[in-house]
């Protein structure tokens, strides 16, 4: 059967919430309206239930090729599904690293063998991700890339991220960069501040990431080029992207759940699940972060999935590895911490985690429509639960929101039309 009728949700429109039936029919949506009926659909009862488009997480670790011990494209897949993700994009920072088009042919293809998500290879932007030499990116972007980027490392020279944001642009990509001055950061591990020295931690100062982001500004502006902006952590940041676009440079930006719940503060637990780059930062960064979403400075929520084998974590904080398992729980946290506090409408949540993550790197769906892709999330949004890092099915359990309450329950997620995830099954 072929026909999917999803029956009587609220569903998160551009237009605005309303309840209504979805019609599928293959891989599209064909009709979105009141009372409809189709006797050769399966009906999908979402009575009480939101509808939104398939979430789009522009910035994952899968860890294959190379790292299958930490993730793998199938474990990550199933993983983006329970978390009501229909497309996520992979970074590059593999063994062998996806610097050429047969690297990104390996990932597309397993992605079709897991047949779960989408999954949509980012390419390196310099070979080896070394930094020195571009990438072939237009063959990548014939293989599937969809972006380019170094995340885990930043493009240090100034003169090769230049050429980056100019050939990239040439092959219809966007240069998405990881911003950090490694000299500043000098082997530290949490967030420079109060709490760093309390606990006799080498901290990060803010301005490690905010000068290698008013680079990447001043590169986009100068050149005319886009560029955006990876996993970004301070108030002065948003400042500084907020000025930009107030000048129309072409820049956007993303931001991660960590970085609007917690605080610094998490850190004198010596828990290393709290131990993430760029570093979970203070009260001013985190109101920032919310203030950056609210207007726009902010443009996605990703999730940074960076998932580890738990003996990369169960170490000394310096030894331990930097990261956080988080594509199972970004919904619920972006949920209850932005649409319950009212930063946020369920629509602009949507917006966000969907919509503009699409427009920017060219990608079909982001929203629910007549002649639209039938890539749906399904949640309870009045559920409550506990975040049990035990129940995920990331090879990651590397979180430091384990017991934490929530709300937001993904209960379907529908990708091309197909039920890939119903959380009564589970």
């Known amino acids: 059967m072929s026909k999917l009728l999803i029956r009587g949700g609220t569903c998160v429109l551009p237009e605005g919430c309303q309840t209504a039936d979805i019609l599928i029919d293959g891989k599209k949506i064909v009709k979105i309206a009141k009372n409809v009926e189709d006797k050769d659909a399966k009906v999908l009862d979402a009575k009480g239930l939101h509808v939104f488009p398939g979430l789009i997480d522009m910035h994952v670790h899968l860890r294959e090729p190379g790292f299958e011990y930490k993730e793998d494209i199938a474990s990550g897949s199933a993983a983006a599904v329970r978390g009501g ?8 920072n593999t063994q062998p690293v996806c610097d050429n088009a047969a690297v990104v042919g390996y990932i597309v293809a397993r992605g079709k063998e897991a047949d779960l998500c989408k999954i949509r290879p980012i390419g390196a932007i310099t070979k080896g991700e070394q930094g020195e030499q571009l990438a072939e990116m237009g063959k990548m972007k014939a293989a599937g890339a969809v972006a380019v980027s170094d995340d885990g490392k930043p493009v240090s020279n100034a003169r090769i991220m230049r050429l980056a944001m100019e050939y990239a642009s040439d092959f219809g990509l966007i240069c998405l960069s990881h911003c950090e001055d490694k000299e500043l950061v000098d ?3 949490v967030n420079e501040g109060y709490n760093s020295t309390l606990a006799g931690m080498k901290g990060i100062p803010r301005a490690a990431e905010e000068i290698m982001l008013a680079r990447e500004i001043i590169l986009a502006e100068t050149l005319q080029k886009r560029v ?4 970004v952590s301070t108030k002065g940041g948003v400042q500084l992207l907020r000025e930009a ?9 993303e931001t991660c759940p960590h970085y609007f719940t917690l605080t610094d503060d998490v850190v004198m637990s010596y828990d290393a699940n709290t131990k993430v780059n760029p570093p979970i930062r203070e009260t001013e960064d985190v109101a920032a972060i919310r203030e ?4 726009g400075t902010l443009d996605c929520i990703v999730t940074d999935h960076a998932p580890h084998h738990k003996d990369e974590k169960n170490v000394e904080y310096n030894l331990a590895a930097f990261g956080i398992s988080g594509i199972e729980t970004s919904f619920s946290l972006s949920y209850t911490y932005l649409v319950k506090t009212g930063i946020l409408t369920v629509g602009e949540l949507a917006k966000r985690m969907s919509e503009n993550p699409a427009k920017i790197l060219g990608l079909e769906g982001g929203c629910l429509k007549e002649g639209g892709v039938a890539d749906v999330m399904i949640a309870d949004l009045g559920e409550e639960y506990v975040i049990d890092s035990r129940e995920f099915v990331s090879k990651g359990k590397n979180t430091p929101f384990n017991g934490m309450k929530v709300f937001g329950k993904v209960k379907y997620t529908v990708v091309d039309g197909k039920i890939k995830f119903t959380a009564e099954r589970e």
């Not at 993700?85 to 590059?92: D, E």
């Not at 676009?245 to 930006?253: N, Y």
């Not at 950056?292 to 207007?295: N, Q």
């Open 85 to 92: 993700f229909t497309q996520v994009c992979c970074m590059p």
């Open 187 to 189: 082997g530290g591990v």
């Open 228 to 231: 955006h902006i990876c996993h």
């Open 245 to 253: 676009k107030a000048r129309g440079v072409q820049v956007t930006a």
């Open 292 to 295: 950056g979403l609210r207007d």
